[in-house]
């Protein structure tokens, strides 16, 4: 593509709804017109692309209190005009473009679940970002890898330390078996290189694969074939139900009315009924070979 994309160009490509880039793009201006905000992008630009995930940070929150622009606003304001730099590091790589564009939705997905919680275009995540800028996380069809040093002893063909392939499931629609296969074979050839011997070993840390959770899934659904594929090592309750929100949409608030939470999806009435029952949720920590 033309070395000319703006940045309306690239939210475009990566399918931003026209809400979202009309606000953005009127925040982009307000923001780009002012000397001091401009010199703190570029403080964040260096941390973002060089430094730790905190500092860059620091300057997106002096910029949102300056101009008083929501800071889940501000901060993808700077995302996606980060996007050139990120492209011109995949080609300085030689890392298809392909897998940019791919790896650059993680924006449209985060901007997406920022509007259902809070009314707001923008992120509420921006501590997440660092590794995508960094080329150290990828989209690769569906699932997005990175490399993980393994943090468990006594797996079966594994040593702690040794070099697993994280997994991350971004909420990018249906997580069919096929999209999941397909994803999985593309991470096996983007990092066949330096795998050891002919299988990857694939880490997963998900409230997707907690096995009180998995209970809650049909047998056949997709979300029950997704879990079927890994070997737990680890399940971790979580009393703070942290990942509440990605089912309801909201945070979790011990003081809220569990009889009124929705019901619109089977996934709500399950979890709904899981927890009136006084469960809490949790994660599982496992691992699959492709």
């Known amino acids: 593509m033309s070395e000319s994309l703006t940045t309306v160009d690239f939210m475009q490509k990566i399918g931003f709804p026209q809400e979202a880039i009309t606000a953005l793009r009127s925040a982009e201006k307000v923001l780009l017109a002012n000397d001091v905000i401009n010199r703190l992008f570029k403080q964040a630009e260096v941390a973002l692309l060089y430094h730790g995930a905190g500092e860059f940070q620091t300057s997106l929150s002096a910029i949102a209190e300056q101009s008083r622009i929501p800071c889940e606003t501000v901060d993808m304001v700077f995302l996606v005009n980060m ?8 080609r300085k790589n030689g890392i298809s473009e392909d897998i940019f564009w791919n790896t650059a939705k993680d924006l449209t997905y985060k901007l997406l679940e920022c509007y259902a919680n809070r009314g707001v275009w923008g992120t509420f995540v921006t501590f997440w970002f660092p590794e995508f800028y960094r080329l150290e996380r990828f989209g690769l069809g569906r699932l997005q890898y990175e490399r993980k040093a393994f943090p468990y002893e006594g797996v079966p063909g594994l040593q702690k330390g040794e070099t697993v392939y994280n997994c ?19 991470a ?5 290189d330096e ?3 002919d299988r990857m070993p694939v880490y997963c840390s998900s409230w997707m694969l907690y096995p009180p959770h998995v209970e809650l899934f049909p047998d056949g659904s997709n979300l029950r074939s997704f879990a079927d594929r890994f070997t737990v090592v680890e399940a971790v309750p979580d009393p703070t139900n942290h990942d509440f929100w990605r089912i309801f949409n909201f945070p979790w ?5 569990l009889d009124d939470l929705p019901e619109d999806t089977s996934l709500r009435r399950a979890f709904k009924s899981f927890l009136t029952s006084g469960n809490v949720m949790g994660s599982g920590k496992c691992i699959l070979w492709i």
């Open 253 to 257: 608030d011990p003081s809220i009315s």
């Open 83 to 90: 996007l050139p730099k990120l492209l011109e590091r995949y």
């Open 195 to 197: 795998l050891i011997g």
């Open 188 to 192: 096996k050839a983007f990092f066949a």
């Open 168 to 186: 991350h499931i971004p909420s990018a629609g249906a997580l069919t078996p096929d999209l999941v296969q397909d994803s999985l074979l593309r």
